[in-house]
């Protein structure tokens, strides 16, 4: 499930990078370095963590993670919503830009790709909510499994923190691509438009 949000985000990115428009471009970048950080978190979570463990990939098995884990489901929720593209999260950002230069270009194609998001946050939310709740967990998951170790938790953690940091305060992302993007959007102009 993971695996198909991750496609779902690339093509947004995608469709906003050939908007070809200085928020499409940039939009699209910072949401491709945005989805790095949370789906590399979620597959950390899903992979080295779930699986690492219980070595079964079916969503039915997992229900009630949160009686047994709760560090863990916390920081699986924080990323959850990273993918799903809330507010004060880098994803928002990237998809705000990357659809906004797409609606600047082709306004019904931006209400079309929209609708990928609404959809995203959806699957993404359920496959939460079966996982950390869904029900009581199992006595095999009770006796085996252990919340997140140390090593697990703070590789966990800078995903969360540059994932929402850069969310509050995009600035730094924002400003080092500006000047690249308009120079690409604009040195490509042909000579009797440039004067």
Do not use: W
């Not at 950390?44 to 963590?49: L, P, Q, R």
């Not at 070595?55 to 993918?83: E, K």
Request: a neutral charge; charged letters at 10%.
């Amino acid at each position: 499930m993971i695996a198909y949000s991750s496609v779902s985000h690339a093509a947004v990115y995608l469709i906003g990078v050939f908007s070809n428009t200085i928020q499409g471009i940039e939009g699209g970048i910072t949401l491709g370095l945005a989805h790095g950080f949370v789906s590399s978190g979620l597959f950390i979570c899903v992979g080295g963590v779930l699986y690492d463990r219980s070595a079964t990939r079916l969503i039915s098995f997992y229900r009630g993670m949160a009686q047994i884990m709760p560090l863990f489901s916390i920081l699986f929720f924080i990323l959850s919503l990273g993918n799903c593209g809330v507010p004060l999260t880098l994803n928002f950002i990237g998809e705000f830009m990357s659809l906004y230069g797409v609606f600047e270009r082709l306004p019904l194609l931006g209400v079309f790709a929209s609708s990928s998001i609404v959809f995203s946050a959806a699957y993404t939310i359920y496959m939460f909510n079966r996982i950390a709740f869904g029900g009581t967990f199992s006595q095999y998951f009770e006796a085996n499994i252990k919340d997140v170790n140390k090593r697990e938790f703070f590789i966990l953690l800078t995903l969360v923190l540059f994932t929402v940091i850069l969310g509050i305060y995009p600035a730094p992302v924002l400003d080092g691509l500006h000047y690249s993007v308009s120079t690409l959007i604009y040195s490509n102009l042909p000579l009797s438009l440039t004067v």
